[in-house]
Nanobody, 124 residues
Framework: QVQLVESGGGLVQAGVSLRLSCAAS????????MGWFRQAPGKEREFVAAISRSGGNIYYPDSVKGRFTISRDNAKNTVYLQMDSLKPEDTAVYYCAADQWGAGSSRGKQYDIWGQGTQVTVSS
């Protein structure tokens, strides 16, 4: 079972870019579909992006499509979330999650391993 550690969050101004990383321990990273989710204060957890085990299938909600890019490097056991043109409404704690043998899903319940989260704050 992998463990996940996110990094790359911070305080930025609207319009700039930020790249989040999620490093996984263990040797079985390539057996996991990966997802990114976020949760703002007082709001429900929201799906941000998902990528299949090989990286061949990628999914985004309309709220981030065209601005966010998910990618993975199985050799480095890492999944990335490139966030461009950030908006104040992107402010949240961002979590990566892993679903072994999955195909990539927008459903949080599909994932059984979660990182601790990294804060992203976008000022106007």
């Amino acid at each position: 079972q992998v463990q996940l550690v996110e990094s790359g969050g911070g305080l930025v101004q609207a319009g700039v870019s930020l790249r989040l990383s999620c490093a996984a321990s263990g040797r079985t990273f390539s057996t996991y579909a990966m997802g990114w989710f976020r949760q703002a204060p007082g709001k429900e957890r929201e799906f941000v992006a998902a990528i299949s085990r090989s990286g061949g299938n990628i999914y985004y909600p309309d709220s981030v499509k065209g601005r966010f890019t998910i990618s993975r490097d199985n050799a480095k056991n890492t999944v990335y979330l490139q966030m461009d043109s950030l908006k104040p409404e992107d402010t949240a704690v961002y979590y990566c999650a892993a679903d072994q043998w999955g195909a990539g899903s927008s459903r949080g319940k599909q994932y059984d391993i979660w990182g601790q989260g990294t804060q992203v704050t976008v000022s106007s």
